[in-house]
T-cell receptor
Framework: IAGITQAPTSQILAAGRRMTLRCTQDMRHNAMYWYRQDLGLGLRLIHY???????GKGEVPDGYSVSRANTDDFPLTLASAVPSQTSVYFC????????????FGPGTRLTVT | GQNIDQPTEMTATEGAIVQINCTYQTSGFNGLFWYQQHAGEAPTFLSY??LDGLEEKGRFSSFLSRSKGYSYLLLKELQMKDSASYLCAVMDSNYQLIWGAGTKLIIKP
């Protein structure tokens, strides 16, 4: 692994289903983030974690949950998917909260039908 | 509320210079960032400004005026590979990034 990986690359999901997007980094970064990117809008922060064991809500947290059991992994769960959650999801990490550079994973393209 | 404004799309010619502007209104300021994002790919970091003035890095330069809530990204000697979206983001008082919608730059031969 080099940097940040995300899985799956893309997914079509029926509304009402549960889905977990995976994110793993090997840079030993303390801070991790989940964003969604929609056409015509900027990246919007869903949830973040400043260190293992802690999480926080971003701008658009409703319908999503996260956990940070260790430094490397930061999964994002959609408990019951809705069509408005159709988006491209990016996981990112930085050395620590407030670090000036965030490193992004390749993204997961999710379609909820 | 918090707001980042940048043009939706710009077109420039290979070899030329282009300036992409960004204006912001945020709750607190802990730096302004520019990222590049090629179509279908992840954003990658270009520059960071926290003090007023110009930061130069090769063909790319970034300028900040905190009093005016204004920044620009200057790209010189444009190459076809510079065709991408350029994202402006501000780190607010909570150390979270607030992102603009991005400027799609189209380079023509």
């Amino acid at each position: 692994i080099a940097g940040i990986t995300q899985a799956p690359t893309s997914q079509i999901l029926a509304a009402g289903r549960r889905m977990t997007l995976r994110c793993t980094q090997d840079m030993r970064h303390n801070a991790m983030y989940w964003y969604r990117q929609d056409l015509g809008l900027g990246l919007r922060l869903i949830h973040y974690s400043n260190t293992a064991g802690t999480t926080g809500k971003g701008e658009v947290p409703d319908g999503y949950s996260v956990s940070r059991a260790n430094t490397d992994d930061f999964p994002l769960t959609l408990a019951s998917a809705v069509p408005s959650q159709t988006s491209v999801y990016f996981c990112a990490s930085s050395e620590r909260e407030g670090s000036y550079e965030q490193y992004f994973g390749p993204g997961t393209r999710l379609t909820v039908t | 509320g918090q707001n980042i404004d940048q043009p939706t799309e710009m077109t420039a010619t290979e070899g030329a210079i282009v300036q992409i502007n960004c204006t912001y209104q945020t709750s607190g300021f802990n730096g302004l960032f520019w990222y590049q994002q090629h179509a279908g790919e992840a954003p990658t970091f270009l520059s960071y400004n926290v003090l007023d003035g110009l930061e130069e890095k090769g063909r790319f330069s970034s300028f900040l005026s905190r009093s005016k809530g204004y920044s620009y990204l200057l790209l010189k000697e444009l190459q076809m590979k510079d065709s991408a979206s350029y994202l402006c983001a501000v780190m607010d008082s909570n150390y979270q990034l607030i992102w603009g919608a991005g400027t799609k730059l189209i380079i023509k031969p």
